[in-house]
């Protein structure tokens, strides 16, 4: 089975600053992706950012990139410049690709709370 | 306005009542699924769908009924509403996954990217 851990249950970062939210998980599987869902008090489920595994490289959306280390299993996610408006839960969340016509699942983390102080 | 909606966006009903949640999506997406959002468990996957007529369980199915007769609706029935389904739900739908260059998986684009409803709150008293 397939877990997705998010240790951080609340971080806090000032205005224009960056903080780091950690996500780790645990696969046998070789092809799948990860995500970052934001979810601000509205409870609106965001995309914030994925990342193919197959790429090193790591990807980037403007002020959000994320440090993908498939070896350690690791996918954190970089918040430069922090705005008030990311104050939200944040979600990792890992899919598994699948060889079927069932569509893909995913499995998400219990997330992490961030709030941005002016 | 395209997307994908959620209704109602609250209900309370009582223990034993039958509730259904709909899920309408404008994107003509061959996938649709069902979760709970519930403090310290994160989202779980109750059902989704790969297409029309094709169902199947998540992690969660016990106490839940879906159908999906038409590629635009997903409904969420609760057979008999208990207690511990109160909870938030939320529905998403995806593209169905591409063929990769290699042909090896499935995989390879934003067709991949679930995108979710505005979610739905459910107090069963």
């Known amino acids: 089975a397939q877990t997705v851990t998010q240790s951080q249950p609340e971080m806090s970062v000032q205005e224009a600053e960056t903080v780091t939210l950690s996500c780790t998980y645990d696969t046998s599987e070789n092809n799948y992706y990860l995500f970052w869902y934001k979810q601000p008090p509205s409870r609106q489920m965001i995309l914030v950012i994925r990342q193919e595994a197959y790429k090193q490289q790591n990807a980037t959306e403007n002020r959000f990139s994320v440090n993908f280390q498939k070896a350690a299993k690791s996918f954190s996610l970089k918040i430069s410049d922090s705005q008030l408006g990311d104050t939200a839960m944040y979600f990792c969340?890992?899919?598994?690709?699948?060889?079927?016509?069932?569509?893909?699942?995913?499995?998400f983390g219990t997330g992490t709370s961030l709030t941005v102080i002016p | 306005d395209a997307g994908i909606t959620q209704s109602p966006r609250y209900k309370i009903t009582e223990t034993g009542r039958q509730v259904t949640l709909m899920c309408h999506q404008t994107w003509s997406h061959s996938y649709m699924f069902w979760y709970r959002q519930d403090l310290g468990h994160g989202l779980r996957l109750i059902y989704y769908s790969a297409a029309a007529d094709i169902t199947d369980k998540g992690e969660v199915p016990d106490g839940y009924v879906v159908s999906r007769s038409k590629t635009e609706n997903f409904p969420l029935t609760l057979e008999s509403a208990t207690r511990s389904q109160t909870s938030v739900y939320f529905c998403?739908?995806?593209?169905?996954?591409?063929?990769?260059?290699?042909?090896?998986?499935?995989?390879?684009?934003?067709?991949?990217?679930?995108?979710f409803g505005p979610g739905t709150r459910l107090t069963v008293l």
């Open positions: 969340a890992f899919m598994k690709l699948r060889h079927s016509n069932t569509g893909n699942q995913f499995y």
């Open positions: 998403a739908s995806s593209d169905p996954p591409e063929w990769t260059l290699s042909g090896r998986f499935w995989g390879g684009s934003t067709r991949d990217t679930q995108y």
